[in-house]
């Protein structure tokens, strides 16, 4: 089976004969001037997109960027985060503001699935997204609720859960959780408890816009079949997941009607009381209607509710998304779900002297507020071998004792000197850090960013156990170990650029 990725801004040749076939099947579903719009724009080369990090920046950063590294940019029509680059003299991938996550780098199309949502009544709402990794909508998940809902982030395949945790840890996500089971599950496990449920499903990546790490190949009507019975499947988990009156959006990036209106068709059938697809036509500036019917199936009425973004609609890939609110009961046999309380880890709650000796060290040290920033996102502290972390209290809440690979996020890491806090949080709240910060020379930034070591560009008494590195436009750079005349570089390696 296919499972695709998701983030990836590079546009090789395409592999000819996979798309020539699926244009082929595609062709009687367009009328003759649309098809040759979309042949028209097929020609063209995809633009590269990028969605701001609100929790670390604003849209104002946008000009500044565009003016540093010779961007000429463009606003996705559909997600207010979200700009199209037509043009660049540094790549998005070669900056520091991408290494420290600013923005997400992300084909347009895939802004919408987030896009999507109604603000949730609640101030924390509870979030699935049930095919996660590598975690780009995840993060547009957690910007839209500015960090304050609780965001379960679970994927099935082993091999996905490190790059979903290294994104969310750039992103600097602190109500998150990280979970590795079958998608399918969820509506067993923990029914009617979601406020939104994210489906990005596993599909047949028929976008006709392949790239390097997202090709497109054949796909025979055998392994079609069993993608559609696999996606209904794990549509129905989310629908059963989520709270009467809560919204679920599900999104492919295959054009193919048999996993994307199909599915639908088939979910409206099964369900008919219990599930109504919603009409989104108003997120976006110009009609993309999904189809009325293809290949000879007609499709139930609710199902052109739903979102097909042609290519050539909006200079995107290939994708479909719809949103449907539960309206009633969803009957699925209820399951246990697995347990692994944390202390069974390693790990054991801080107690009340010790989380005010975190609290003080961090005020005095460096004039940071760490008991604001705790009730304010919900958090508490846990020990974790030589690590503090700051977790979600609604995850003990909620789903206490489920297996997960990534809670919350790290604040201080613990060696022989003693306390310093982590690379991640810094970044996450770097304006909050009052204190033992440094500004490094526009001299030695190049030779920074490397991961070299750069010499003290002042003299203190007392310095603080790490420095807070910035440059003279105050981004954070990233930490360094006062040893002698030198700082020591503390950039962790996957940001060394």
């Not at 790990?347 to 760490?370: I, K, P």
Request: glycine share 4%; proline share 9%; net charge neutral.
């Amino acid at each position: 089976m296919s499972r695709r990725k998701k983030n990836t801004p590079i546009t090789p040749a395409p592999s000819l004969s996979a798309r020539q076939t699926a244009l082929e099947l595609f062709r009687d579903l367009l009328a003759p001037d649309e098809f040759k719009a979309l042949l028209e724009e097929l020609e063209r080369p995809l633009l590269p997109a990028f969605r701001i990090n609100p929790l670390k920046t604003s849209p104002q950063a946008v000009p500044e960027w565009c003016e540093w590294y010779g961007w000429d940019v463009q606003p996705v029509v559909f997600c207010p985060t979200g700009w199209q680059v037509r043009q660049t003299r540094i790549p998005l991938s070669q900056t520091l503001e991408h290494r420290l996550g600013h923005y997400y780098i992300q084909d347009a199309a895939s802004m919408l699935p987030a896009e999507l949502f109604d603000l949730p009544a609640s101030n924390q709402p509870l979030i699935l997204d049930l095919a996660a990794s590598p975690g780009g909508k995840t993060t547009h998940l957690i910007s839209r609720t500015f960090d304050r809902g609780l965001v379960l982030a679970n994927d099935a395949g082993i091999e996905r859960i490190t790059p979903l945790r290294l994104v969310l840890q750039t992103w600097g996500t602190v109500n998150t959780a990280v979970t590795r089971f079958p998608a399918e599950k969820f509506g067993r496990w923990f029914p009617a408890t979601f406020d939104w449920v994210l489906l990005d499903a596993p599909c047949s990546m028929q976008s006709l816009r392949p790239t390097e790490s997202h090709p497109m190949r054949p796909i025979s009507l055998r392994e079609q079949s069993h993608l559609a019975r696999r996606q209904t499947a794990m549509l129905l988990s989310a629908l059963a997941a989520v709270k009467p009156g809560g919204q679920v959006v599900y999104s492919t990036c295959t054009l193919a009607p048999q996993e994307d209106e199909a599915v639908l068709d088939e979910i409206v059938r099964r369900l008919p009381s219990s599930v109504q697809i919603n009409s989104v036509a108003e997120r976006l500036p110009a009609p993309a209607p999904a189809l009325a019917n293809a290949f000879g199936q007609v499709f139930h009425p609710q199902v052109q509710n739903a979102l097909r973004l042609w290519p050539h609609r909006f200079s995107t890939s290939g994708f479909f998304a719809a949103r449907l609110t539960r309206t009633g009961e969803i009957e699925l046999p209820a399951e246990p779900h697995p347990t692994r309380p944390l202390a069974e880890t390693g790990q054991e709650r801080l107690n009340r002297s010790m989380v005010q000796a975190v609290t003080d060290w961090l005020q005095n040290t460096y004039g940071f507020d760490l008991a604001s920033v705790l009730e304010t996102y919900s958090l508490e502290l846990w020990r974790s071998q030589a690590s503090i972390f700051a977790v979600p209290i609604t995850f003990f809440e909620k789903f206490n004792h489920l297996p997960c690979h990534m809670l919350g996020l790290k604040v201080l890491e613990e060696n022989p000197e003693g306390w310093q806090p982590t690379h991640e949080w810094v970044s996450r709240f770097f304006n909050l850090f009052q204190s033992g910060r440094l500004t490094l020379p526009n001299e030695w930034l190049e030779v920074w960013q490397k991961g070299s070591d750069v010499p003290i560009p002042l003299s203190t008494s007392n310095p603080p156990p790490v420095w807070l590195v910035f440059d003279e436009r105050n981004r954070f750079l990233g930490r360094g170990r006062p040893s002698g005349q030198w700082l020591k570089n503390l950039l962790p390696r996957r940001l060394i650029g």
